[in-house]
């Protein structure tokens, strides 16, 4: 094997660099050396690092420890890496669209076209087991009917019925289970008798999904020797009909998909004890929500404080629909509701009959300090206030740089104390809402300036009182300095 000596230099070259020694890891140079490993490895885990990216010096001794083992693996699992720094590495670091470090990719069967991400553990044993399961074929052969009741147990359980390992169906299925492993459990008979008492007879070619959660079993329709239809089909099917706030794997996909999504949300929140919770949660399962554009989310009230918290909803409201419309933060709520309220709330919402709920503390009764205290209901008399040049900072009291702000911040109001024109203000941002969505608050502190014209400024200078003096004086817009703008002219 020629090519090892260019990989032993290239090894020793890394060892200068202070990079972990490449034993059982594979030290590539250049797309050459790249083709000439992945004809003769079927299976190649390749690491792009920068010798410079601590992830990747944390990764390094792991992954030369996982080695080892993969190496033995049947069938082995080659773990290469490769310079992204390194010039005659950077044609390969940009085919493969390397972005940041470490990225590892997974090339299987000698194609160098089309890796697939790796997207599992970072310390040793987890990349072995991890690299294994990977290796394995993707659909289990199950060779018995007794092998067939406890694959349908899985969460998404995904069975192929073919005559045999040749037909162009069958392979079409083992692409599409490889390209999905991570996400669902994929198995196949070659006798659909197995089948017998799990499922109506299935004749052969066909693909079944058997889910714990909504209907039981489905069968697919499409072409069976179309990938991209069996991998649509998979990801629809398998959403659940209700997604549910909670950490199971049938939720976690459609939550991340949804809340990092702009669209307003429908959410319903009810205990697990509540007298007619299926009633509750059939509701939301089918309230037409498409013309209102709304994503729907169950919360069980139980384990998810947070969630109530950030809402200000208590146990005792409930069962409670919400909508919440983050781009104008805007809430809307029906406290202590009913199943049959659904559809006349998500109503009025689209016609905008709605009063927006302001979760509010009660506002001080006295309020005469250097830093005026803001609640949700007194929001728009203070710091809207006409003529008024106003500082508001939204704070959280666990923030530990708001506390750090908070003696320089009374200096501020202390400097503008006996300013008519000027308002220094405060508003702990996690027991009130904002009831203007100009006013986006992303993370705590934040700073935002209102001059008396209402032109809103966010503050993103130093947080020390000259910096905060300076910017308002020069950003101030008062009766006296308007008219004698408006007199230069
Ligand atoms: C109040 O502050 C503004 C902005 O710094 C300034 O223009 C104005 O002169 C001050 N007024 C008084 C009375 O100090």
New binding site residues.
Partial sequence: MVRHSAFYLAAAASLCLGFAAAEDVVVVSGPKEFDALLKDNSFVVAEFFAPWCGHCKKLAPEYEKAAGPLKKNNPPVTLASIDATEEANKPLAEKYGVQGFPTLKIFKGGDASAPTDYNGPREADGIVSYLQKQSGPASVELTSKADVPAFVQKEVAVLGVFADAKSTEFKTFSAAADAARDEYDFGHVFDSSFLDGEAEPQAAPSILMFKQYDAPMLKYQGKLTDKAAIMEWLSSKSLPSLVELDQKPRNRAALQKIFSSPTPKLLGFAGKDDSNLAEFKKALTDVPTTGAALQVVFIETGGNAQALQYFGIEAKDTPAFVIHDQNNNAKYISFNTKPSKLPGFVSDYEAGKLEKHVKTEAPPKKNNGPVKVVTGTTFEDIVLAKGQ?TMIEFYAPWCGHCKTLAPIYEEVGEF?Q?????TIAKMDATANDVPDGRFQVKGFPTLMFVDSKGEIKPYEGERTKDGL?EF?????V?A??SAASKEEL
């Fill in positions: 040049n503008f006996k300013n008519k024109t000027v003096v308002i004086e020069a950003n101030s008062g006296s300095s």
